[in-house]
Structure formats: structure tokens, C-alpha cells
């Protein structure tokens, strides 16, 4: 009777087990979709709408408190009866506004991304389909969490799945998939209750930390502009509000320039 109640546990465990690892394999999938298709066609979408303004808008921001530095610096030079050496001041701005420079340079990466984007071939609905059904399967044969003995080969092979997946290239992920012998990896080998009861915590711990990762995606940027670049009135408003800001901070500029002309006389 005893071993009729241990076999009937076993296979419970065994079934748990198969289970959350086809759970974990979907919400590896539904985390990559997010961080690799939906929060990148959010940000596509936002830059393109936006982008460019945003960029102009910044760039006249740094531009205008870079010229009140150097009316600063100039003025310093004065009050000290000194004479202001331009290429200094201008060396030293450098240094000061380097993060600013990177930000911009951050700004104009996100846009060649959003118009790269913007220019991919798109799949059709049944292409999509099979483009994720194959990498479900794939992460299930090859993902470490799944699979406690892996070769680098294969952990390369997951990382190029991961990247037709990322890029839309449902070729490459066909190819990956017959590599693997069209057919799921058996699962590591577990024997004993206790082993098993220690997996089914394993993997119910990483099923947990999958669905933590998926909500704060769900609250980040840009996840969290889904529904403000689906409203084309706030859209509108925004670009006419960062119309208006450029236009500010062009007069400033100039009024800087004025009046940097009007010290160094």
C-alpha cells in the first residue's frame, strides 16, 4: 500500500514539475514580447511622434544654460579686471556640459532605433503566431532555468533564438528550431521525492521572480506611455507645448548671445 501511495506522490510531482516548466517556458516568452516587441513599438511610436521635438527642445535647454555659464565665467573674468580667454572658458564648458552631450547622443540613438524600427519588414498575423509558438518551444528545450546541464553551444543557439525573436526574423528561428530536432529536449533526469519537492520549489521560485519582472516592466518607461500614445488630442497638445517651449528657448538663446557680444566689446 505504502508504494502504491509513494509512486501516486511521485507522479504528482512529476506532473507539477512538467507544468510549471511549460508555465515558465510561456513567461520567459511574455517577457521577451514585452521587453522586446511591445515597449520597443511603444517607444517607436512615442519618437516618431515626438522624437525630434523633444530632441530640439533639450538641445536648446543645454545650449541656453551653457551660455549663462559662460556669461558667468566671462563675467568672473571682469570683475577680476582680467581678460577673458575664450578658448578656455570654452574648454572648460566642455568638461562641465560632457553629461549633457551624452544625453543627446543618448537621444539620438533612441531615434535611429525608433526609424530603424519604423522600416523592419512586418509579419503577418500567422507569421507572428509561428514566430512565437517556435520560440516557446525553443526556450523550453534550451533555457537554463529548464535545463540544469547546458553546452555553450547551446547557450548560444538560445541567445541567436533570442534575437530572431527580438528582430522578427521567423527564418532564423525555423532554422533554430530544426537544429534542435524539431522536437522538445527531454527533461534532466530527477529521482527521488526529495529531489523533486526541492525542483517543483526551484522552479515555482523562478515562475514568482518571471511574473515580479513582467509587472514592473507594466511600470516603466516606456510600457507605461501605451495608452497616452494611442490619445492623438494629448499627442497634439504635447507637440504644440513643445512647440512653444523651442520657440522660448531660441529667444533665449539669443538673448545670451547678445549679451555674451556685448561683454567681450
Known sequence: MGKVIL???YEELKNEIAKLRTEISMLVVEKDELVFVKCKNIEMTYM???GSLEYQA?????????????????????????????EEIEERLQMEFAEYQRMLDEKIDSMNAALERSRATVLSEEETKELK??????????HPDLHKTQSEAEKRLLFNAMLAYESGDLHGMRIIWE?????????????????????KKRLRDILNVLKERIAEIKTKYPYTLKEYIKDEETIEKHRLKLTQRISELQ?????YQNKIEEMLR
Open 7 to 9: 509512486f501516486a506522490e
Open 48 to 50: 516618431l511622434a515626438l
Open 58 to 86: 533639450f538641445q536648446l535647454e543645454r545650449n541656453v544654460l551653457r551660455l549663462k555659464r559662460k556669461t558667468e565665467l566671462i563675467q568672473a573674468k571682469l570683475n577680476r579686471q582680467e581678460k577673458a580667454d575664450i
Open 133 to 142: 509558438k517556435l520560440y516557446r518551444q525553443i526556450v523550453k528545450a534550451l
Open 179 to 199: 537544429m534542435i530536432g524539431g522536437a522538445v529536449r527531454e527533461d534532466d533526469e530527477i529521482s527521488g521525492l526529495e529531489q523533486m519537492k526541492n525542483e
Open 251 to 255: 529667444e533665449a538663446v539669443e538673448v
